[in-house]
């Protein structure tokens, strides 16, 4: 469905190809990324990106950074900020190719009176009420606007006077001339300039009127020689209107505009007035808490540029609107991660196991590779002693026949170090165990024994004399459903557990992770140290994804045939 079969690649891609065969833009490729500085990016927007900076990359073209900065209201420098930081760590760059519509307001003046001197715009005093209710709906055609064959010169006057200040906010605005009746609803009398006295984050009080999203939008395309303009499905049947205005201006070239279909994504909200609220009503941490979808909370939860992009490039680009499952993200995740992430023992949800045969005070210490690949290579020490934190999942009271971990009487390997075999338990006031009680094998030191006896159940542990303590932050969706855009209130489907914070223990070389560095606690998954909370004496790492849980399938199927 997302690719053409003839030629394997999308139909963007597709598109590009017959217009460079048939020499419409000289066989160049100029794409750009316009996003509206008025959030931070989310994992939607990588996939417009991953498409527009790829497609630039595929075809030896270029693609423009712009900023969509048309609506002085909702925008702030902050996002222009955040969305650059984003999009490199993402892995593209945009040269000297950083553009911004407000830098051709002006020349979009220039074109709305080229507009009216052609008798192709005109101002109209209608109220926005009384505008809606001149626009007609689908089914049947507007209404004329009283105001819409006023006298060229009025119009030319009324222009200048909306753009010198003389109006309040709403009194007039400027459309486009073109059709009430038109089928395309945006085709009647679309809007063009709007009054609105608001500091601008860039030209200041320079202006107050403002180009629509559509007046500028093809434009800014034209005048930045973009070939592509690629966006999504939403304005498709904005596309007349963007040819109508590119066929009736005198601009120096003519893009074609290709739409394509946004990601959803199941559990997760992607609308940046959604997310917006999130953040202002403290529902979240902010824009970049690694609950959110946003480009910038994924890397601070140890998501990588690289899943990301593996992502976007399998889930494609096709023209109709579906919901991708949010395991498919996580996939992506983990591959790269396997490959990248160095592996540590930390425990999560720690349970005190004591050797009760350990010789008193003595420390040993174990080299082992953090490397997947090599044993060799990348060695660190690891401290054991007689007093250790355990993973409390890791115990059993009642085992299973299967079950190969913790149980009284069961022998397990702990990771790098011994074989030990459990005697019993010491529990406190209110029943709950607080210690597993276990002999050692001095003799199956590094996990082999010269009896060579098999011992199926490895777990990890950490040295109670040096562990590091640590909070570990463990994720659930911040939705209690899979479609939280369907409740009525996507505030009222907000998953209490989203956040749930442990009080592990790391192994102490842990203690040299810089922030932002991503590691696999063997077993337990992947863990980005924090950019924002970590401190020295108290470190605080995020779990990105979890491993395949094995275990959890060994257990339910062994449970299932009992
Ligand atoms: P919202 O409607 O949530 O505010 P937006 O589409 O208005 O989002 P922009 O900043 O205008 O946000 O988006 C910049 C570019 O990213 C646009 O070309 C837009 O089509 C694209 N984009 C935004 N959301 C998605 C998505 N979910 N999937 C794919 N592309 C997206
Ligand atoms: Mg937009």
């Known amino acids: 469905m997302n690719e053409t079969p003839e030629t394997g690649i999308d139909f963007v891609r597709h598109q590009i190809t017959l217009d460079n065969s048939s020499g419409r833009f000289g066989g160049t490729v100029a794409t750009r990324f316009p996003p509206e500085p008025n959030g931070y990016l989310h994992i939607g927007h990588a996939k417009s990106i991953v498409l527009n900076f790829g497609i630039a990359q595929d075809f030896s073209g270029t693609c423009n950074l712009r900023f969509d900065d048309t609506n002085p209201t909702?925008?702030?420098?902050?996002?222009?900020?955040?969305?650059?930081?984003?999009?490199?760590?993402?892995g593209f760059g945009w040269h000297d190719r950083l553009f911004y519509a407000s830098d051709y307001f002006e020349q979009l003046y220039q074109w709305a009176l080229h507009l009216i001197e052609h008798d192709l715009a005109y101002v109209d005093e209608l109220t926005a009420d009384q505008i809606r209710e001149y626009r007609g709906t689908p089914t049947e055609p507007g209404r004329n606007s009283p105001w819409r064959d006023r006298p060229r010169q009025e119009n030319l006057e009324l222009f200048a006077r909306m753009r010198a200040g003389e109006f309040p906010d709403g009194h007039c605005i400027l459309r486009a001339k073109i059709d009430m009746a038109h089928p395309n609803i945006n085709m009647r009398d679309p809007a063009l300039y709007r009054i609105r006295h608001a500091r601008h984050h860039r030209t200041g009080d320079d202006w107050c009127i403002y180009p629509t999203y559509d007046f500028a939008h093809g434009q800014s395309d034209a005048i930045e020689g973009i070939t592509h303009s690629i966006c999504t499905l939403e304005f498709e049947n904005h596309r007349p209107l963007y040819?109508?205005?590119?066929?009736?201006?005198?601009?120096?070239?003519?893009?074609?505009?290709?739409?394509?279909?946004?990601?959803?994504?199941?559990?997760?909200?992607?609308?940046?007035?959604?997310?917006?609220?999130?953040?202002?009503?403290?529902?979240?941490?902010?824009?970049?808490?690694?609950?959110?979808?946003?480009?910038?909370?994924?890397?601070?939860?140890?998501?990588?540029?690289?899943?990301?992009?593996?992502?976007?490039?399998?889930?494609?680009?096709?023209?109709?609107?579906?919901?991708?499952?949010?395991?498919?993200?996580?996939?992506?995740?983990?591959?790269?991660?396997?490959?990248?992430?160095?592996?540590?023992?930390?425990?999560?949800?720690?349970?005190?196991?004591?050797?009760?045969?350990?010789?008193?005070?003595?420390?040993?210490?174990?080299?082992?590779?953090?490397?997947?690949?090599d044993p060799t290579v990348d060695i660190r020490?690891?401290?054991?002693?007689?007093?250790?934190?355990?993973?409390?999942?890791?115990?059993?009271?009642?085992?299973?026949?299967?079950?190969?971990?913790?149980?009284?009487?069961?022998?397990?390997?702990?990771?790098?170090?011994?074989?030990?075999?459990?005697?019993?338990?010491?529990?406190?006031?209110?029943?709950?165990?607080?210690?597993?009680?276990?002999?050692?094998?001095?003799?199956?030191?590094g996990g082999e024994t010269p009896d060579q006896r098999k011992v199926k159940g490895t777990i990890h542990w950490v040295s109670a004399d040096h562990g590091l303590p640590a909070h570990i932050r463990l994720f659930e969706p911040l939705f209690t459903r899979e479609d939280p855009d369907e409740a009525d209130d996507f505030t009222t489907v907000i998953n209490e557990h989203s956040c749930t914070v442990m009080n592990g223990y790391l192994e102490p070389a842990l203690q040299e992770l810089k922030a932002g560095e991503t590691v696999q606690f063997l077993r337990m998954g992947y863990f980005c140290r924090d950019s924002r909370l970590d401190t020295p004496e108290h470190p605080v790492f995020n779990r990105a994804v979890t491993l395949k849980d094995s275990w959890a399938r060994v257990i339910r199927n062994q449970r299932e045939n009992e």
């Open 381 to 445: 020490r690891i401290p054991c002693t007689g007093n250790l934190w355990v993973e409390r999942e890791d115990f059993m009271e009642d085992a299973p026949r299967k079950w190969f971990r913790l149980a009284p009487g069961k022998e397990v390997r702990l990771k790098f170090a011994w074989y030990v075999t459990c005697t019993g338990v010491v529990r406190d006031a209110h029943g709950e165990i607080q210690e597993i009680l276990c002999t050692y094998d001095p003799e199956s030191r």
């Open 74 to 90: 909702r925008e702030d420098v902050e996002y222009v900020d955040s969305i650059q930081q984003d999009i490199r760590w993402l």
């Open 243 to 373: 040819d109508w205005l590119l066929s009736h201006l005198p601009v120096p070239h003519v893009p074609r505009q290709i739409e394509f279909a946004r990601l959803n994504l199941t559990w997760t909200v992607m609308s940046k007035r959604k997310l917006l609220r999130l953040v202002q009503e403290k529902y979240v941490e902010g824009w970049d808490d690694p609950r959110m979808p946003t480009i910038s909370g994924m890397r601070r939860r140890g998501y990588t540029a690289e899943g990301i992009r593996d992502f976007c490039r399998r889930i494609g680009v096709s023209k109709t609107n579906s919901t991708v499952d949010l395991a498919l993200l996580e996939f992506s995740q983990r591959e790269d991660l396997n490959a990248r992430s160095p592996r540590f023992m930390g425990v999560v949800d720690p349970v005190k196991l004591t050797i009760t045969n350990w010789p008193a005070g003595q420390v040993e210490w174990f080299d082992a590779s953090t490397s997947a690949e």
